[in-house]
């Protein structure tokens, strides 16, 4: 099996032809991804926050990759009109869609609240993403080997979703609001794969995350939080780069036999470095009640219905 080999992004197949759409492509994790992807002849939609950082971003790719097929979109996860509209121009110029790669991520700010009220980290990481899955998935259904690949955390398994407070505006921690939207992450994924298999859908659902890798997703994080979890002595002995940090969902984007609603993370210890394999879920992230409190939950505040564009 091909994981079995320490797999690696010289592993990717040609991607010529496919259409990958990934959201924070302009640094860290979604750019490394971009670049494979697009060394690899597929054509890549940079959905980004930041046009200008997109359109840079593109550029160095193309310095690398003379030829390749990129498109900078705007994307505000955090802010559900913006989903729409992307998802809207996608859909004008998309007949199909191969690959989502759900990657942009916000982690642990201080409480903030999105352009409809949501706290940030559960907005711009899950409910953006639930909104833009849910009104792309028609292009992805007629997509060759189509799949979504969610982006979570080691994190995921320190994680509860309080469901009577989701926003914090009782109780807020950064770190306990960013394990809450990376757990949701892992729930959606797996929940969305058991959907997309009960439906007859061709589309896979895998998840994946990165280990430890250094990026600058910790940008908004205080100080105490990154010294806290992570150590100012081990964090640079541990980190590895977003080239390596990216080949989870790389290989869950990718590779021929990567298995629907499974979850792929470094094989070293801890799971925070090293090559992509198959990893363990939180038991609360397979949870069948959990899957359908959060799908119901999330339908009603997007306001995105599976199976309606």
């Known amino acids: 099996m091909t994981e079995q080999r320490r797999w690696n992004a010289d592993l990717i197949p040609d991607l010529t032809g496919r259409v990958f759409v990934v959201t924070g492509a302009n640094s860290g994790l979604g750019l490394a991804t971009t670049r494979e992807l697009a060394r690899r002849g597929g054509h890549v939609v940079l959905a ?46 998309h007949p199909r869609i191969d690959v989502l790669v759900n990657n942009a991520g916000v982690m642990a700010p201080p409480r903030t609240l999105s352009a409809q009220g949501h706290e940030l980290q559960f907005a711009a990481n899950h409910l953006g993403h639930f909104a833009l899955t849910g009104l792309l998935l028609d292009r992805l259904a007629a997509g060759r080997d189509p799949r979504v690949v969610t982006v979570s955390s080691l994190e995921h398994r320190r994680g509860r979703i309080d469901f009577d407070d989701i926003d914090g505006a009782r109780r807020y921690s950064p770190m306990g609001a960013y394990r809450q939207a990376k757990l949701a992450n892992a729930v959606f994924g797996r929940e969305l794969q058991e959907r997309l ?17 250094a990026t600058n997703l910790q940008k908004d994080t205080p100080v105490a939080v990154v010294r806290l979890v992570f150590g100012r002595v081990l964090g640079p002995l541990l980190a590895q780069r977003p080239e390596t940090g990216a080949l ?61 564009s």
């Open 48 to 93: 980004v926050r930041d046009e200008r950082k997109g359109r840079a971003a593109a550029d160095d790719v193309l310095r690398a990759h003379p030829g390749a097929l990129l498109d900078v979109r705007r994307l505000d996860l955090a802010d559900l009109d913006s989903v729409r509209d992307f998802a809207g121009g996608l859909r004008a110029e």
């Open 197 to 213: 298999t009960a439906a007859g859908s061709p589309v896979r659902s895998l998840l994946a995350h990165p280990g430890y890798t």
């Open 248 to 308: 989870s969902q790389l290989y869950a984007a990718t590779a021929p036999d990567a298995e629907g609603g499974a979850f792929y993370g470094p094989d070293g210890p801890g799971e925070l470095r090293g090559a992509p394999r198959r990893v363990a879920l939180a038991p609360a992230a397979a949870d069948p009640g959990t899957g359908r409190r959060l799908w119901e939950l999330s339908e009603r505040l997007t306001e995105v219905v599976y199976g309606r």
